[in-house]
Each structure stands twice: as C-alpha cells, then as structure tokens.
C-alpha cells in the first residue's frame, strides 16, 4: 500500500507536520484557550513543542499515522491537528486534536476526526480508536459524542480528572464529506 501524504474532506486538508510547522503548532499549543486542556494550562518552550512534533513525524514514517497539521482545503494556514498517536499500551492508539478558538463551533474538528477513524478502521485495520480529555472540556467530549464513540470511564489520568470514549471498528465509522486519501506517487 503507499503511504499516505495528505487527508482532504469537504472543507479540510490535513498533512503529516514539516519542520516548518513548529512556529504554527508552538502558536497553536501556547494559546490560553487551547492549552487550557490540551497541555494542562502550561505555556510549553519552543523545544518541548519541537519534540512532540519530530515525535509524530517519525510516527508516521514508521506506522503512517501521527497527529498531522490541519489547514482549511483552500488555504495553507495552519489552524490546528488531528490525528492518532499511539497509547501506554502499543497495540492502543488515541485520537488527538485541537483547534484554534476562531475556529470553533463550525464543526471542523468532527470532521477531521471521523476522516481519521475511517483511515484507522480502514486502511490501518485498528480494532479500536480511544479518545480522552479532561472532565471539564465539554466541548471535546460532545466531539467524541458526535463521533459516535462510546463512554468508558471518569478516572484520573496522570493526576487529572479525565473522561476515555473508544470506538469499536465493529460499530462502523461513516467517512465524512467529500473524503479524499491522497498517497504518495
């Protein structure tokens, strides 16, 4: 099979991270709106953000799923990620996101998501796809919700209070929109 270079659904394009993202994702990953969640309310260094952008750049040369940057289809500024990254336990691997506050409430992030899970059931052949966010971050669970994934547990997580939802690839995942998996010539 050969690999996959872009995702493109009706009104979003994603691509695996380049080394010219990092100012974008450290923007992105600093805003108080979006760490408030995403990195516990920590403004992150320059460098931490660095690593965990080179990690899913070799992730997805290694496995072909990484989290990936997001950009509306008709333009090339990054407004947030989506993607998949593996868990403590290898064989597991989460959907991550996040997305700039300007972007909220269109449903943007549903829609890169439920591309993602179609890519993991279909192409990837994952059993499963688990999500997890803090317990106050409403609005990522209603995302899981519209996802269709399934409640687990409330459990501390790393000392934070979180919620995990999982899909089962036996439940189905529709593809949303206008999906179109773009691989390598």
């Known amino acids: 099979m050969a690999r996959l270079i872009a995702i ?25 709106q979006v760490r408030r969640f995403l990195w516990d309310d920590t403004a992150i260094a320059r460098g ?46 989460e959907l991550m996101y996040g997305l700039l506050p300007a972007h909220w409430g269109a449903g943007l992030i549903t829609e890169a998501a439920a591309a993602w899970i179609h890519v993991a059931f279909t192409r990837l052949a994952l059993p ?18 519209r996802l269709g994934m399934r409640f687990v547990e409330r459990a501390p997580y790393h000392g934070l209070d979180c919620v995990r939802y999982v ?14 998996l773009i691989e390598a010539a």
């Not at 040369?61 to 989506?82: K, N, S």
């Not at 499963?128 to 919700?145: C, F, G, I, K």
């Not at 899909?167 to 179109?180: K, N, T, V, W, Y």
Request: proline share 4%.
């Open 8 to 32: 493109e659904t009706a009104r979003l394009r994603m691509r695996p991270y380049v080394e010219a993202d990092l100012d974008a994702l450290h923007r992105l990953w600093t805003d108080a």
């Open 48 to 93: 931490i953000a660095a690593e965990v952008m080179r990690a899913s750049i070799a992730c997805t040369q290694a496995h072909g799923f990484g989290h990936w940057a997001l950009t509306r289809r008709d333009a090339e500024t990054l407004i947030g990620f989506c993607g998949l990254k593996h868990m403590a336990e290898p064989s597991e691997v």
């Open 128 to 145: 499963r796809v688990w999500a997890l966010t803090d317990a106050p971050n409403t609005r990522s669970e209603a995302v899981m919700r």
């Open 167 to 180: 899909l089962e690839a036996a439940d189905g995942a529709a593809a949303p929109a206008g999906l179109r």
